[in-house]
């Protein structure tokens, strides 16, 4: 048996091991706490590349950034007595933008607000729809059939005629509709942006997960809405309105200095792991299956009894958008002639489009 002294003298012993193994635990707990807590949504930051957080932008970066800021500051400055009359209830404007080939009579404009009224239960949404006219012709047609309509004066160039895609006029043309919504974006309103040249079948918010910033549509969807290895397509988005996704948009509008001469939607592909990557701006973006928000590019995909909305993306030449969309709209307009019971059957599928899709139908 173990002398009553020794016995004691252990117990000191692992006492004051204890004491010490507690106290180097919470000293080590309180430094680790210390150097890596950030407020919600503050990315940690690391100045170096390859390793975990955001890499922190190049003096460069920083001041395209800054110059991207302050060219939005005094732009725009009649946009916020419009937005408001335009708005849902939540404060989302749906925005499409045109110019005098896409918005003169029985162009691009026409089809898509005619898909609004040949659509289930979406003409509403025509109240809710800014469209932005980047000349003056293009303004007065719009004035001519839609109520909400606002002219975004570009003085850089011309962009009232058709314009081939990758043209100086297109580039040019995609980078300016950024602008505007980043100043939609500062003045606290959500959007959904839709290209012109998509037909609208159903209400698209249904799809749009609350909890996302960013939730865009796909060329290429591989089946997991949060893979940020789909392939976006910029010409069907939402974006809610944070400091965030303010910063983003900035961070894509700047990032056009890396990648001249690039348009917005390959760029936003570049940088995509930047803004929502791990250790990145902390974007929640969301893709949207091709199977609901169709376009001519993975058409395969398809349902009429599922979709929302088609996009005549992969597709070269005004005549050819005009022409298979128009087709698209005959193929809805036959689906939802047949009886509910029909409907319900299922196994509507579209025709391959009879101009676009393939790079052997061009003009």
Not at 120 to 128: F, G
Not at 325 to 337: A, C, E, I, K, P
Not at 343 to 354: I, L, Q, S
């Amino acid at each position: 048996m173990e002398p009553q002294g020794k016995g004691n003298l252990r117990r000191v012993f692992v006492v004051l091991f204890e004491v010490w193994v507690a106290t180097s635990l919470a000293l080590l707990l309180l430094f680790v706490l210390s150097n890596t807590w950030r407020w919600p949504d503050t990315p940690a930051v690391c100045s170096c590349s390859g390793q975990t957080g955001e890499a922190s932008p190049t003096p460069r970066q920083e001041e395209a950034i800054a110059a991207y800021s302050k060219s939005n500051e005094s732009s725009f400055t009649d946009l916020a007595e419009l937005l408001p009359k335009v708005a849902t209830d939540d404060g989302t404007v749906i925005i499409t933008s045109v110019n005098e080939a896409f918005a003169r009579p029985n162009s691009l404009l026409d089809i898509f607000r005619e898909s609004f009224r040949a659509g289930e239960k979406i003409s509403h949404l025509l109240d809710h729809l800014l469209v932005v006219a980047v000349d003056a012709a293009a303004f007065n047609h719009c004035r001519a059939v839609h109520p909400h309509c606002y002219h975004l004066v570009v003085k850089s160039m011309d962009l009232s005629s058709a314009s081939n895609f990758m043209s100086q006029a297109y580039v040019e043309l995609v980078w300016t509709k950024l602008s505007l919504q980043q100043r939609v974006l500062e003045l606290g309103y959500n959007f959904l942006f839709t290209d012109v040249d998509i037909v609208w079948f159903r209400n698209p918010f249904r799809h749009i997960a609350v909890f996302a910033d960013m939730t865009t549509s796909s060329d290429v969807f591989n089946g997991d809405a949060d893979d940020l290895n789909n392939w976006p397509n910029t010409g069907f988005y939402y974006v809610k309105s944070t400091n965030r996704t303010v910063d983003m948009l900035r961070r894509w509008r700047a990032a056009r200095t890396r990648f001249p001469p690039d348009h917005e939607q390959n760029v936003f592909n570049y940088i995509k792991h930047e803004l929502a990557g791990a250790g990145g701006l902390g974007m929640r973006v969301q893709f949207l299956d091709t199977a609901i928000f169709g376009g001519f590019c993975q058409l395969f995909r398809s349902d009429m009894g599922k979709a929302c909305t088609m996009h005549a993306n992969c597709c070269v030449g005004l005549g050819n958008k005009l022409h298979d969309l128009r087709g698209v709209l005959d193929q809805w307009r036959n689906y939802t002639s047949l009886r509910p019971e029909e409907r319900k059957k299922g196994g509507f599928g579209w025709t391959v489009p009879a101009k676009c899709g393939t790079p052997d139908k061009r003009e």
